[in-house]
């Protein structure tokens, strides 16, 4: 299994940016997928969530109504639109899959929100 993690980088408050996660080595359109984020000297924390077939999405209530989680099967991706972003999401950003029993993470993203 291999999650990496890209678009990440520096952005003025309000601004945005677009995560991607390409994924291989398992049964991607089977996979539910999630964000998740740490900042530093933070616990990890569960961003957004989407089940296989992308019927379903689930957002952390610090991010809802900024934050779209979106997928394509066909090209095993999934994506994170962040809009009117703050100063506090600044963190590193990993993709995640549990395909099986056991949780498969990215290498992260930095993602900095300052001006």
């Known amino acids: 299994v291999q999650l990496v993690e890209s678009g990440g980088g520096l952005v003025q408050p309000g601004g945005s940016l677009r995560l991607s996660c390409a994924a291989s080595?398992?049964?991607?359109?089977?996979?539910?997928m999630s964000w998740y984020r740490q900042a530093p000297g933070k616990e990890r924390e569960l961003v957004a969530s989407i089940t296989s077939t992308g019927g379903s999405t689930d957002y952390a209530g610090s991010v809802k109504g900024r934050f779209t989680i979106s997928r394509d099967n066909a090209k095993n991706t999934v994506y994170l639109q962040m809009n009117s972003l703050k100063p506090e999401d600044t963190a590193v950003y990993y993709c995640?899959?549990?395909?099986?029993?056991?949780?498969?993470w990215g290498q992260g993203t930095q993602v900095t929100v300052a001006s």
């Open positions: 080595g398992f049964r991607f359109s089977s996979s539910n």
């Open positions: 995640k899959t549990r395909p099986g029993w056991i949780d498969y």
